[in-house]
């Protein structure tokens, strides 16, 4: 009997594979279990859309994140800070206060953990920050911290 696996299952294989096992395995262990459905036209119609909703989402959101390197890749961060004597601050700068200059100047919404600054931020000066968008797409930006 064939079905469609709906969690991974050791020995058998993952989530959303089309496996062929016997008909008591699938009718007294799986399907009751919730652990597969079986592989009737209908059921492999829905996980073929499934799939391909799934490969369209990644698609788009890597489109998405493409974009938004392409327009951080000019932008200069301009962060403003209270610092003593040498151009030493007081405290240091972090990646949340990128993001949320970020947003401020540029109007640009990025979550604080996908910025990688390379060194703690604690004197005055330019800095290059790394943000990672997604998977294989990541853009430099430049952070300059001033003196309040």
Do not use: C, W
């Amino acid at each position: 009997m064939k079905v469609i696996l709906k969690e991974d299952v050791k020995g058998l294989g993952k989530k959303e594979s089309l496996v062929e096992v016997s008909d008591g395995y699938a009718r007294n262990f799986l399907i009751p279990k919730g652990l597969a459905v079986e592989a009737t036209a209908a059921n492999i119609n829905i996980m073929q859309t499934k799939k391909e909703a799934e490969k369209n989402r990644k698609e788009r959101e890597l489109a998405q994140a493409k974009e938004l390197a392409e327009k951080l890749k000019g932008i200069v961060v301009t962060l403003k800070a209270k610092a003593g004597e040498n151009g030493k601050l007081f405290g240091s700068m972090t990646s949340k206060d990128v993001s949320d200059y970020l947003k401020k100047q540029h109007n640009l919404d990025i979550d604080k953990k996908k910025i990688s600054l390379p060194e703690s931020m604690k004197s005055l000066g330019t800095y290059e920050a790394e943000v990672k968008l997604y998977p294989g797409v990541s853009a430099k930006l430049t952070v300059k911290i001033e003196q309040e």
